[in-house]
């Protein structure tokens, strides 16, 4: 929702080429419908084509939201992550980058304002971070800027291990940082918290983050953070706690 607006987001298989060389076009539809006013809803579709949608993300004040669509790559016979974003009010969708490998740790998260956004890529064996960083008056990529790219290589066990699963995401209220859970049932000392910390990253030559290693038997399983605080579900026994 954004305002007194409601957006709706649909991805469906293209029928008519299911069986045809197009077999990975899914249409991604989106609904625009205000609340009393039935007879203004539209629809938007969008032609992609992908294999699934990996991660979307939604700017909670503007609307905006962005997609990491799971692709063939044509490379070889794996797969490509593929990142879009669409702008509610002018209407348009751009693709603002691609990755040669994917992985299902993969994340996008877009800030609360909608001024940035941080790309997770955890594909072996060079997982990496981005952030991008937007300014609405530059009408090229709907304002969207490569910010900074930085390698995750050196940055934990936990973070470049396969067996290590991506569970939960949240940004904070303000947009300053971005955090990324991860868990492994095998080895219960490679789970941990990944902190991207954008303040730092304007101010630095690359991304800015932090690894905070936690044990798997009492890492939170999942987050939401705003600005009532930051909430977090408990691994065992399904308590939510609230810190801060």
């Known amino acids: 929702t954004c305002g007194d607006e409601v957006w709706l987001a649909f991805v469906a298989t293209d029928v008519a080429s299911s069986w045809g060389p197009n077999h990975d076009r899914f249409e991604l539809t ?15 579709r969008f032609p992609l084509f992908l294999n699934s949608i990996a991660g979307l993300s939604v700017s909670e004040q503007s609307g905006h939201f962005a997609i990491l669509a799971r692709a ?3 490379r070889d016979d794996g797969h490509k992550g593929v990142l879009h974003f669409y702008d509610v009010h002018r209407r348009r969708m751009v693709t603002l980058d691609s990755t040669d ?13 909608g001024a940035s956004m941080v790309l997770l890529c955890c594909a072996q064996p060079f997982p990496e971070v981005t952030v ?27 973070m ?8 939960s995401e949240a940004f904070s209220p303000c947009g300053s940082r971005a955090l990324f859970l991860f868990h492994s049932w095998i080895d219960l000392y490679a789970s941990g918290i990944l902190v991207v910390d954008l303040v ?16 798997a ?23 939510v706690l609230r810190v801060g």
């Open 132 to 158: 991008y960083t937007r300014e609405t008056e530059n009408e090229g990529m709907l304002g969207w800027t490569e910010s900074k790219r930085s390698s995750l290589t050196e940055l934990s066990r936990g």
């Open 101 to 113: 490998r994917h992985s299902s740790r993969d994340a996008v998260l877009v800030s609360p304002s």
């Open 217 to 239: 038997d009492t890492i939170p399983s999942q987050v939401a953070w705003s600005e009532d605080g930051l909430f977090v579900r408990s691994a065992k026994d399904g308590g």
């Open 30 to 44: 989106l609904v625009h419908y205000v609340p009393g006013k039935s007879d203004e809803a539209a629809l938007v």
């Open 72 to 74: 063939r790559s044509e």
């Open 200 to 215: 730092k990253t304007a101010h630095s030559h690359q991304v800015e983050t932090e690894w905070h290693d936690w044990h």
């Open 160 to 167: 470049t291990w396969d067996a290590t699963n991506l569970v």
